[in-house]
């Protein structure tokens, strides 16, 4: 069983896929082979009971000789274990070679493999495998007002900015059309991101593409397109939160859920 302490170890969260239906696979083969790379990567997943609850990390061990059930190792923690097996169905999520890879596994059962405890599922019919530059985009509610404050070199002097839109490889930013100091290609460190209920993140923000809008009332301002630079473990997890939360909670109010 993986050890949560392991510096490999990272607790993903799992991206709404209502939006990304095209990057769904569902070839038999494709499956089966994409997870047989995960098998051989030893590659950690992080696995959901339901959306935002707590999870664990564990491994997938192998698939069945017929290739219809996967096998994955079982929480050490008794309780943990039996909430898995009385869950309709686990999320699961990881990455190979940089690409997020998440599917849902249902009908779990108890087994054995090589004399330890393991968890058995119905190979999923569907995989998500997701590339970052692919990764979905939310645009921010206004209600939110969601902002970057820039430092006080490049962009202005602590400038604050709205964030227009965020996804899990970068941001998009409404500044003031005065703001003339943008390079392509340039580096703005130390970017202070404040998502609701979390710490301020410190982002370095590379700049990708300019564009110059103009108000009715003849205002001009910038939009500025950035991709994180070395963005850290802890900064993405709360990034990929925030989306997934903010998406969850539209789409409850589009159905008349809230």
Not at 100 to 123: C, H, S, W, Y
Not at 201 to 230: F, H, K, M, P
Request: charged residues 25%.
């Amino acid at each position: 069983m993986p050890d949560s302490t392991d510096d490999q170890a990272e607790e993903l969260q799992p991206l709404p896929s209502d939006n990304l239906e095209q990057y769904m696979l569902r070839g038999r083969r494709q499956i089966r082979q994409l997870l047989e790379q995960l098998i051989e990567a030893h590659a950690l997943v992080t696995t959901h009971l339901q959306p935002g609850s707590q999870a664990f990390l564990t491994a997938l061990i192998t698939l069945s000789d017929d290739e219809e059930w996967l096998f994955l190792d079982a929480s050490p923690d008794t309780r943990i274990r039996q909430r898995t097996l009385q869950s309709e169905q686990l999320l699961c999520v990881t990455q190979l070679n940089k690409i997020r890879i998440q599917f849902k596994l249902q009908g779990m059962a108890e087994t054995l493999i090589d004399k330890r405890p393991a968890l058995a599922a119905r190979v999923p019919e569907e995989v998500l495998r997701l590339q970052r530059r692919e990764y979905f985009r939310l645009s921010v509610p206004l209600a939110h007002n969601l902002t970057c404050r820039l430092p006080d070199s490049g962009w202005g002097v602590g400038e604050e900015a709205r964030v227009m839109d965020i996804s899990a490889g970068g941001l998009c930013l409404n500044l003031p059309g005065g703001s003339t100091e943008l390079v392509i290609g340039g580096i703005v460190a130390s970017c202070k991101l404040k998502l609701p209920d979390t710490e301020v993140l410190t982002l370095d923000l590379e700049v990708r593409n300019i564009s110059r809008q103009r108000s009715r009332s003849g205002v001009e301002s910038l939009r500025v397109g950035c991709r994180y630079s070395a963005l850290s473990k802890v900064a993405e997890t709360q990034i990929q939160r925030y989306i997934f939360h903010t998406e969850r909670e539209l789409s409850a109010r589009e159905r008349g859920g809230l």
